[in-house]
């Protein structure tokens, strides 16, 4: 499968549980909805990642991905110790400069 590069970055920060690189992958005003919760900008999506790993052990496997121009809808298999897992999401991307603008974790 051919994933950008920033989409391949994210995934390797997150199974190595690395929430600063994981951060680095998105624009500063970037916006991640996970979970019914917006969060914003960088520092805020790095401490979200930080607690989501420590809370859930999650790592990712993708399985699909579609681009359509500035948009990308990646479909993986998360795993990890929350309940119900593995479970199958779609992370629904949008880019900006060669980094993720926002990032939708959807069923």
């Not at 051919?2 to 390797?12: E, G, Q, R």
């Not at 298999?77 to 897992?85: D, V």
Request: aromatic letters at 10%.
């Amino acid at each position: 499968m051919n994933l950008p590069k920033v989409i391949t970055d994210l995934i390797t920060a997150q199974d190595k549980f690395d929430s600063a690189a994981y951060a680095d992958c998105f624009t500063e005003k970037a916006r991640v909805f996970d979970e019914g919760k917006d969060h914003v900008g960088k520092v805020e999506i790095e401490n979200w990642n930080a607690e989501t790993n420590a809370k859930y052990n999650t790592v990712v496997k993708p399985l699909n991905y579609e681009e359509h121009g500035k948009l990308g809808i990646l479909t993986a298999e998360s795993s990890g110790t929350f309940p119900g897992s593995p479970i199958v999401l779609r992370h629904n991307f949008e880019f900006e400069d060669g980094l993720i603008k926002s990032l939708r974790i959807t069923l």
